[in-house]
């Protein structure tokens, strides 16, 4: 899929390509400037990004990828690209200045917007979001961050009265629409998930979301068990009353994905709420 001209915010940082003039080993300038320019970009994309997210998008290989990042980010800050933000539980986010911005923007001629008065919001539940688009990242699929679809630069802000957490996007179009939870909400907020899953999923079409992206699945994904039970049963009560099927509950991901106060992230588990979940609940 290339949707560059009309949304270029899910187009991944490559860094700049080469010419067919260009050795086929690039010197180490241009693998900084290269990573450079990925660092500002995932910067711009996400928001913000703890030095533990930087590597893990940009040296996801590298055994020495903290180190890495730690070098990159202070050479940013030192040159002010970036800013940092202390964490509530410790720890910095880093985020673009408007310095930073105006490189990208020239660099890559798409506007880029400064972090100086972004808010942080909930640190943890920005974190569960990032960390599963990492992950989505390091597996080859594009994806829509949490920041994109809030600043109204991603394909759709609010479908059925829920705003995603995050969208990731299959090479044919099919969305994976990101639910991530931290702590209990409210009865009518776990609705319009809810709700949302009986609307758009397990239809005999695939609602269209925006030009050339289908809404395929639903990913609820928890920090903790307590938070994933809340959702659960919303699921089950609209299963046992009628208002869901089988099948819909069935295109519905459920990921335990714990992040410490530090943002950290703990081993994810993967699952279906419907097979994993509802099923062995009900029996």
């Not at 915010?9 to 700049?16: E, F, N, Q, W």
């Not at 940013?76 to 310095?99: E, F, N, Q």
């Not at 990032?130 to 594009?142: D, H, M, P, S, T």
């Amino acid at each position: 899929m290339n949707d560059t001209d009309t949304f270029p915010s899910t187009v991944l940082p490559t860094g700049t390509l080469a010419d067919d003039s260009a050795p086929e080993t690039p010197d180490k300038r241009v693998i900084g400037e290269r990573n450079r320019t990925d660092v500002l970009t995932w910067l711009a994309r996400f928001g913000w990004l703890t030095g533990r997210m930087v590597a893990a998008l940009v040296w996801p290989d590298a055994s020495q990828s903290q180190a890495m990042a730690r070098r990159m980010l202070k050479a940013l800050a030192d040159d002010k690209l970036i800013i940092s933000r202390p964490l509530p539980k410790g720890g910095a986010a880093y985020l673009l200045s408007a310095k930073g911005a105006r490189l990208l923007t020239e660099q890559t001629g798409h506007p880029a917007e400064s972090g100086n008065t972004l808010a942080l919001g909930n640190p943890v539940h920005r974190a569960c979001s990032n960390w599963y688009l990492i992950r989505a990242v390091q597996q080859g699929l594009e994806i829509v961050t949490e920041h994109e679809i809030a600043s109204e630069r991603g394909p759709c802000r609010v479908l059925k009265g829920k705003q995603a957490d995050g969208l990731v996007i299959t090479n044919d179009g099919a969305c994976t629409w990101l639910e991530c939870e931290n702590s209990a909400k409210s009865r009518p907020e776990r609705h319009k998930t809810v709700a949302l899953v009986q609307d758009c999923l397990g239809g005999e079409r695939q609602v269209e979301i925006a030009s050339g992206l289908w809404l395929a699945r639903l990913a609820v994904v928890a920090t903790n068990e307590q938070a994933m039970r809340w959702m659960a049963a919303s699921f089950l009560d609209a299963h046992r009353t009628g208002l869901l099927r089988d099948s819909q509950v069935a295109e519905v991901d459920a990921c335990l994905l714990p992040v410490s106060e530090s943002l950290v992230p703990g081993d994810a588990v993967d699952g279906n709420l419907w097979w994993d979940v509802l099923v062995p609940a009900m029996s």
